[in-house]
């Protein structure tokens, strides 16, 4: 055992701020272009949401795996890998002739999201305790903003009509690139998981009525709350990152530059919040600020579902960025707490939470897709709004009491050689 100096802890922040901003961009430059695949395809609503369902699927089918990979591997090889083949693989969004194939694309690009999700964050954790004082919100600020550049980009080929397939393949390429850049300056060894795999493997002993059954039921216990935070959350924030440009197109008759914008303005808003909610959670706590930005995120959708009946654009857009600051707090909320669980390693507690907050994006975009093609996208956008108002409610409960959950400073990590 031997404790991390100071350089490598600064040196693997800016790694692991560059693969948070690589994950984000990847999926956000296909965003701006869902109403130029919906038309490719000549997809409905339902169709286009059940193929974009597709990917919190894949990450439920891979995300159970990513605790064992970590372990096994390390975050930072598992973080790197990924990255590298979610970069390559993004272009087969743009090569999927009909729908099977696009929604098979989507399929294993959420399992690679997945995986790199839980592998990055958990390396984030063990960053954060180098430092001693709070740092994952920074590191999803940097998330938001690659979903932010990733955006942009999108809107911007978008605009010129730049072929679908050659923008994901040179966007693909590029990221993939930073991926393997950022690998040497990444902590080495298998981080706080080795660590702590046997404090867990000595609590279970000393409880020898403890099966592994009933210790997995009593973990899922645990960290079930946690989960139905980012549940909730990314059922507010799949509003806007799958519908929001439909929606400007669709029912405000917005032209596909301009609608591409509320992705732009949503991810604005994230980033935001995210580069500046390590203050705010030090002065009034994880529960006020998840559940403030719960009510932001609300009211902004209520505002979008306003905008309806006016076709007013820049009302729609604002709503948006509203949803995207309000949301910014909820999954590093989630991602915090659930690292910080006594008598659980860190990276297993994140990539089961993770994993189960994935059926939000599951449940969401189907959810709201039947929906709009039944009573309209405007009506059908209420589901998420219900979400927001009943996270908001129930954020205390959640979180408990004392809404302030924070990671072990200074912490021992085992080293490679």
């Given at each position: 055992?031997s404790?991390?100096?100071?350089?490598?802890v600064r040196?693997?922040?800016?790694?692991?701020?560059?693969?948070?901003l690589?994950n984000?961009?990847?999926?956000a430059?296909?965003?701006?272009?869902?109403?130029?695949?919906?038309?490719?395809?000549?997809?409905?609503n339902?169709a286009l949401g059940?193929?974009?369902?597709?990917m919190?699927l894949g990450?439920?089918?891979?995300?159970a795996a990513?605790?064992l990979?970590i372990?096994?591997y390390?975050?930072r090889?598992?973080?790197?890998?990924?990255?590298v083949?979610?970069g390559?693989?993004?272009?087969?969004i743009?090569?999927?002739p009909?729908?099977v194939a696009?929604?098979?694309?989507f399929?294993?690009?959420?399992?690679?999201d997945?995986v790199m999700d839980s592998?990055?964050?958990?390396?984030?954790?063990v960053?954060q305790?180098?430092?001693?004082r709070?740092?994952m919100?920074?590191?999803?600020?940097?998330w938001?903003?690659?979903t932010l550049?990733?955006?942009g980009m999108?809107a911007f080929a978008?605009?010129?009509?730049?072929?679908l397939?050659?923008?994901?393949?040179v966007?693909g390429?590029?990221?993939?690139g930073?991926s393997?850049?950022a690998?040497?300056?990444?902590?080495r060894?298998?981080?706080?998981d080795?660590?702590?795999?046997?404090?867990?493997?000595?609590?279970?002993?000393?409880?020898?009525?403890?099966?592994?059954?009933?210790?997995?039921?009593?973990l899922?216990?645990l960290l079930?709350?946690?989960?139905?935070i980012?549940?909730l959350g990314?059922?507010?924030?799949?509003a806007?990152?799958?519908?929001?440009?439909i929606y400007?197109t669709?029912?405000?008759?917005a032209?596909?530059?301009?609608?591409?914008?509320?992705?732009v303005?949503?991810?604005?808003?994230m980033?935001a919040?995210?580069l500046t909610?390590?203050?705010?959670?030090d002065?009034?706590?994880?529960t006020?600020?998840?559940?403030s930005?719960?009510?932001?995120?609300?009211a902004g959708?209520?505002?979008?579902i306003?905008?309806?009946?006016?076709?007013?654009?820049?009302?729609?857009?604002?709503?948006f960025a509203l949803?995207?600051?309000g949301?910014?707090?909820l999954?590093?909320?989630m991602?915090t707490?659930?690292?910080s669980?006594?008598g659980?390693p860190?990276?297993?507690?994140?990539?089961?939470?993770a994993?189960?907050?994935?059926a939000?994006?599951v449940?969401?975009?189907?959810l709201?897709?039947?929906?709009?093609?039944?009573?309209g996208?405007?009506?059908?956008?209420?589901?998420?709004?219900v979400?927001?108002?009943?996270?908001?409610?129930?954020?205390g409960?959640l979180?408990?009491?004392?809404?302030?959950?924070?990671?072990?400073a200074?912490?021992?990590?085992?080293l490679d050689?």
């Amino acid at each position: 055992m031997s404790t991390l100096d100071e350089r490598d802890v600064r040196r693997a922040r800016v790694a692991v701020s560059a693969l948070f901003l690589v994950n984000g961009a990847l999926m956000a430059n296909v965003l701006p272009r869902l109403p130029a695949i919906k038309a490719q395809l000549e997809l409905t609503n339902a169709a286009l949401g059940t193929a974009v369902a597709a990917m919190p699927l894949g990450g439920l089918i891979a995300g159970a795996a990513a605790g064992l990979l970590i372990v096994r591997y390390s975050s930072r090889r598992v973080t790197v890998a990924t990255g590298v083949a979610y970069g390559l693989l993004l272009v087969s969004i743009g090569l999927a002739p009909d729908w099977v194939a696009l929604a098979a694309a989507f399929l294993v690009l959420g399992m690679l999201d997945a995986v790199m999700d839980s592998a990055m964050n958990a390396h984030g954790i063990v960053v954060q305790r180098g430092y001693g004082r709070s740092v994952m919100h920074g590191f999803h600020g940097w998330w938001s903003a690659g979903t932010l550049l990733g955006a942009g980009m999108g809107a911007f080929a978008a605009a010129l009509d730049v072929p679908l397939v050659l923008h994901l393949a040179v966007v693909g390429i590029v990221l993939a690139g930073v991926s393997v850049a950022a690998m040497p300056f990444l902590l080495r060894g298998r981080d706080v998981d080795a660590a702590e795999a046997g404090e867990a493997r000595a609590s279970a002993a000393g409880d020898p009525g403890s099966g592994s059954a009933l210790r997995a039921l009593r973990l899922l216990g645990l960290l079930a709350p946690f989960a139905l935070i980012g549940v909730l959350g990314v059922m507010l924030e799949d509003a806007a990152q799958t519908w929001s440009t439909i929606y400007l197109t669709d029912v405000l008759g917005a032209g596909v530059g301009v609608a591409a914008l509320a992705v732009v303005l949503y991810t604005a808003g994230m980033t935001a919040g995210r580069l500046t909610n390590d203050r705010w959670i030090d002065r009034w706590g994880d529960t006020t600020v998840a559940r403030s930005g719960a009510l932001v995120a609300t009211a902004g959708l209520a505002i979008v579902i306003a905008s309806g009946p006016w076709a007013a654009v820049p009302l729609a857009a604002a709503g948006f960025a509203l949803v995207g600051l309000g949301t910014a707090p909820l999954f590093p909320v989630m991602i915090t707490a659930a690292g910080s669980v006594p008598g659980v390693p860190s990276g297993q507690g994140v990539a089961i939470v993770a994993w189960l907050a994935r059926a939000g994006f599951v449940i969401a975009p189907t959810l709201v897709g039947v929906a709009a093609d039944r009573v309209g996208l405007s009506a059908a956008l209420g589901i998420p709004l219900v979400a927001g108002v009943a996270v908001a409610v129930l954020m205390g409960t959640l979180l408990g009491a004392s809404g302030r959950r924070t990671l072990p400073a200074g912490r021992e990590v085992m080293l490679d050689a």
